[in-house]
């Protein structure tokens, strides 16, 4: 499964966590910590600008961390939903037309992670499912360097809440795939269509969904389009042909 590698950030202070699902991952940060003086060193690295570029895979985040001449590389772990919690959510976020739209926008809505736990599946780590390990010598698990990692992960899902669902396992276009899929009744990959979005067989074409489906269907198309020309902009090339 692919990785995303998210740029080092800039060195901030004061509140950094505006949304409710950032100051949820806060939380379980807190939980994870040892000691209070760690989690105090690791927001000060974090703060610093000290942590380097994230790089964000399935279930997976590894950093390093940098404070003078020395480097200290942060690997982490976070459980992965299986294929059942996966299908479930999949559905949770279909169920309403603004999910997708929403998600692609930065926001994940109350109430998706509502129907979720009610589907049984938490996207919200708790502090025991944050594992790390550090190159470090420190004996705290996680120490001041993974604390640090993990605050800086806070800042970027409360950004961008996908990248809690990749962590979850469920990357963008994955989760962009199975959902058409999911809508289409087919399983994802069955299509070469669900890969590269609608042809003349999409909205309003030959297979088109029934009725009921069309504002899902409609955001979609939409989605997968904004998330082609993200990839697209992301490698530094001209996403014009695809407007």
Request: hydrophobic share 45%; with cysteine.
């Given at each position: 499964?692919?990785?995303?590698?998210?740029?080092?950030?800039?060195?901030?202070?004061?509140?950094?966590?505006?949304?409710?699902?950032?100051?949820?991952?806060?939380?379980?940060?807190?939980?994870?910590?040892?000691?209070?003086?760690?989690?105090?060193?690791?927001?000060?690295?974090?703060?610093?600008?000290?942590?380097?570029?994230?790089?964000?895979?399935?279930?997976?985040?590894?950093?390093?961390?940098?404070?003078?001449?020395?480097?200290?590389?942060?690997?982490?772990?976070?459980?992965?939903?299986?294929?059942?919690?996966?299908?479930?959510?999949?559905?949770?976020?279909?169920?309403?037309?603004?999910?997708?739209?929403?998600?692609?926008?930065?926001?994940?809505?109350?109430?998706?992670?509502?129907?979720a736990e009610e589907a049984g599946v938490e996207l919200l780590p708790y502090g025991g499912?944050?594992?790390?390990?550090?190159?470090?010598?420190?004996?705290?698990?996680?120490?001041?360097?993974?604390?640090?990692?993990?605050?800086?992960?806070?800042?970027?899902?409360?950004?961008?809440?996908?990248?809690?669902?990749?962590?979850?396992?469920?990357?963008?276009?994955?989760?962009?795939?199975?959902?058409?899929?999911?809508?289409?009744?087919?399983?994802?990959?069955?299509?070469?269509?669900?890969?590269?979005?609608?042809?003349?067989?999409?909205?309003?074409?030959?297979?088109a969904e029934p009725d009921g489906d069309a504002d899902v269907e409609v955001a979609l198309?939409?989605?997968?389009?904004?998330?082609?020309?993200?990839?697209?902009?992301?490698?530094?090339?001209?996403?014009?042909?695809?407007?």
């Amino acid at each position: 499964m692919s990785t995303v590698s998210h740029p080092r950030l800039e060195p901030r202070r004061g509140a950094t966590v505006r949304s409710w699902w950032g100051k949820a991952w806060q939380r379980a940060v807190e939980e994870a910590a040892y000691a209070e003086a760690d989690l105090r060193r690791g927001r000060a690295h974090a703060r610093a600008g000290e942590v380097g570029s994230v790089t964000v895979g399935a279930g997976t985040f590894l950093a390093a961390v940098l404070h003078g001449d020395d480097a200290w590389a942060v690997s982490g772990a976070v459980p992965v939903l299986d294929e059942t919690a996966r299908a479930a959510l999949v559905e949770v976020v279909r169920a309403e037309s603004g999910r997708v739209p929403a998600l692609l926008g930065g926001e994940l809505p109350i109430d998706l992670v509502e129907q979720a736990e009610e589907a049984g599946v938490e996207l919200l780590p708790y502090g025991g499912e944050l594992t790390t390990t550090c190159t470090c010598d420190g004996w705290p698990d996680p120490c001041r360097h993974a604390l640090a990692v993990l605050t800086v992960l806070g800042w970027l899902l409360d950004v961008d809440p996908l990248v809690l669902l990749a962590l979850r396992g469920l990357p963008r276009d994955e989760l962009l795939v199975a959902v058409h899929a999911a809508g289409r009744g087919v399983a994802p990959g069955a299509d070469d269509r669900a890969d590269d979005g609608w042809d003349a067989g999409g909205v309003g074409g030959v297979g088109a969904e029934p009725d009921g489906d069309a504002d899902v269907e409609v955001a979609l198309d939409a989605a997968l389009r904004a998330a082609r020309v993200l990839a697209v902009l992301d490698e530094g090339g001209d996403p014009t042909h695809l407007l």
